[in-house]
């Protein structure tokens, strides 16, 4: 069984910052590329960042030069340290990875942006 436990969310002014972690289990876990989404109200879950095994990274072009990931191969974690938050940054953000042929999800956890 795969878990995905994401923690960090929180209320936060423009201009603050945040670190999401997301701990999984049940997946042999430094194969596997690990995916951030976001999904705010009204709105469809869209793709933040993703990092592979190996550490390669990618983001989505609104999110560049603010937010970083990375992974902990020895602890199964991949975690999301944002900076700069603005407010369109509100969502609830959720872990994912795609394994075994289909996609699995953490919970998520809100982040709110707001003064």
């Known amino acids: 069984q795969v878990h995905l436990v994401e923690s960090g969310g929180g209320l936060v002014q423009p201009g603050g910052s945040l670190r999401l972690s997301c701990t999984a289990s049940?997946?042999?876990?430094?194969?596997?590329?690990m995916n951030w989404y976001r999904q705010a109200t009204g709105k469809e879950r869209e793709l933040v960042a993703e990092i592979t095994g190996g550490g390669s990274s990618n983001y989505a072009d609104s999110v560049k030069g603010r937010f970083t990931i990375s992974r902990n191969n020895v602890y199964n974690r991949v975690s999301l340290q944002m900076n700069n938050l603005k407010p369109e940054d509100t969502a609830m953000y959720y872990c994912n990875v795609q394994a075994r042929g289909r996609p699995f999800w953490g919970r998520g956890t809100q982040v709110t942006v707001a003064s």
């Open positions: 049940g997946i042999n876990f430094r194969l596997y590329t």
